[in-house]
């Protein structure tokens, strides 16, 4: 039923945990099976993802996707990371059961959500830095200008 490239997966999983203060971090579950996976990135300044680690709570194939797309994803770019596919984390598994293809799925999306997050709170920073520069020139102008007219 299960290749032993899952079952070694399953039995062995690589890269479970935490990263505290993460770049990116992203849980999904799937109700009808119970299945619930987060995934967590630290991500380097080029947006390489250097570590990257995951809980799960659900069966054995849940825990062998959840390993098998943090050994594909860990060293890729963000946006690399993006492509890759479910039926790329089933194939790099040598398979899994048609009944337990959503697994793969949910694999995919945890690290797509996790991507979301770490690009919103990029883009958050930037915003902020934005800001300030914009308060910076804003004081300067205002104090310019008082000058100017008293």
């Known amino acids: ?10 039995a062995n999983p690589r890269n479970s945990g935490i990263i505290e203060n993460a770049s990116g971090e992203g849980t999904v579950g ?12 630290d991500v380097d300044d080029n947006d390489v993802i250097q570590d990257i680690k995951f809980e799960t709570f659900g069966c ?5 996707t959840s390993s098998m797309i ?9 946006d690399e990371a993006l492509e890759i596919t479910r039926n790329d ?7 899994l059961p048609p009944i337990k293809m959503h697994c793969s799925n949910l694999a995919a999306d945890a690290l797509t959500e996790a991507i979301k997050d770490y690009k919103a ?10 800001f300030f520069i914009f308060l910076f ?14």
Do not use: Q, R
């Open 70 to 78: 943090t050994e594909i994803a860990k060293g890729m770019t963000v």
């Open 121 to 130: 709170k990029n883009s958050e920073e930037v915003w902020i830095f934005y």
């Open 60 to 64: 054995g194939a849940a825990i062998a």
């Open 1 to 10: 039923m299960y290749s032993e490239k899952v079952m070694d997966h399953f």
């Open 30 to 41: 799937n109700p009808t099976c119970g299945d619930l996976m987060t995934i967590y990135i």
């Open 89 to 95: 984390v089933a194939d790099a598994l040598d398979g």
């Open 137 to 150: 020139f804003y004081w300067d102008l205002s104090i310019f200008f008082s000058k100017l007219f008293f």
